[in-house]
T-cell receptor
Framework: DTEVTQTPKHLVMGMTNKKSLKCEQH?????MYWYKQKAKKPPELMFV???????INESVPSRFSPECPNSSLLNLHLHALQPEDSALYLC??????????????FGNGTRLTVT | GENVEQHPSTLSVQEGDSAVIKCTYS??????FPWYKQELGKRPQLIID?????GEKKDQRIAVTLNKTAKHFSLHITETQPEDSAVYFC??????????FGKGTMLLVSP
C-alpha cells in the first residue's frame, strides 16, 4: 500500500485539452513535490510546496500549473501540452523541506500520454 | 549545485551473487544519501539511507557504505534474488534540500 495516493493512474489527452492530476497524503508531511519521469531516466523535479507555499519551480513551462489547496492535497493542472510532455508524473511528500533531509515518499504516479 | 554520478548503468548477476552500485557526489556539505528501488511500472521506493555521521548501515541483505573523504557511497546487495531486479537510484541533497538523483542502475538477477 502506498501512503501517497495519485489519481488518475493513466491519462490520455489531446494537445488542446485541460486536465488535472491529483495527489493526496495523510502522513502529516508539510513538503509536497511534483516530479516528471521519462522512461529509463531518473525522476526530474518540477515543483516543491513547503507549508502550502510554492518554494521551488524548476523553470517548468507555464502549461503546467501546480496548486496546493491544503497540507494534504497537491494538484497539477495541465493545459495545451505537447507530445513530449508524455511521461510518468510522480507526486512525493516528506516531513518538511530542509528538515534534516527527510526521506521522500512517492505515489504510484500518473502515466500521461499526450496525443 | 550537487552533481551525482552513478555506475554502472546496467548490472547483470546470477542469483546468489553480490551486487555493488557506486555513486559519487560533488558537494562536500551533503549529509544524507538515500537509495531508491524502482521496479518496472512502479514508483521509486526508499530501500536504505545513510547520514554523514556514520560510515556504514545494514538492513538484512542490503548495506550502504559512505566515504566522505572520497565523496562516494555504495549500495551492496548480498545473496541476490530475482525479485531484486529493478532500477536503483542513488541521490544526494542540493543546497535547497531537494534531492539530485543519479542516472540509475538497471540490475538484472538471473535465476
Amino acid at each position: 500500500d502506498t501512503e501517497v495516493t495519485q489519481t488518475p493512474k493513466h491519462l490520455v489527452m489531446g494537445m488542446t485539452n485541460k486536465k488535472s492530476l491529483k495527489c493526496e497524503q495523510h502522513m502529516g508531511h508539510r513538503a509536497m513535490y511534483w516530479y516528471k519521469q521519462k522512461a529509463k531516466k531518473p525522476p526530474e523535479l518540477m515543483f516543491v510546496y513547503s507549508y502550502e507555499k510554492l518554494s521551488i519551480n524548476e523553470s517548468v513551462p507555464s502549461r503546467f500549473s501546480p496548486e496546493c489547496p491544503n497540507s494534504s492535497l497537491l494538484n497539477l493542472h495541465l493545459h495545451a501540452l505537447q507530445p513530449e510532455d508524455s511521461a510518468l508524473y510522480l507526486c512525493a511528500s516528506s516531513h518538511a523541506q530542509g528538515q534534516g533531509n527527510s526521506p521522500l515518499h512517492f505515489g504510484n504516479g500518473t502515466r500521461l500520454t499526450v496525443t | 549545485g550537487e552533481n551525482v554520478e552513478q555506475h554502472p548503468s546496467t548490472l547483470s548477476v546470477q542469483e546468489g551473487d553480490s551486487a555493488v552500485i557506486k555513486c559519487t557526489y560533488s558537494d562536500s556539505a551533503s549529509n544524507y544519501f538515500p537509495w531508491y528501488k524502482q521496479e518496472l511500472g512502479k514508483r521509486p521506493q526508499l530501500i536504505i539511507d545513510i547520514r554523514s555521521n556514520v560510515g556504514e548501515k545494514k538492513d538484512q541483505r542490503i548495506a550502504v557504505t559512505l566515504n566522505k573523504t572520497a565523496k562516494h557511497f555504495s549500495l551492496h546487495i548480498t545473496e541476490t534474488q530475482p525479485e531484486d531486479s529493478a532500477v536503483y537510484f542513488c541521490a544526494a541533497p542540493r543546497s535547497d534540500s531537494t534531492l539530485t538523483f543519479g542516472k540509475g542502475t538497471m540490475l538484472l538477477v538471473s535465476p
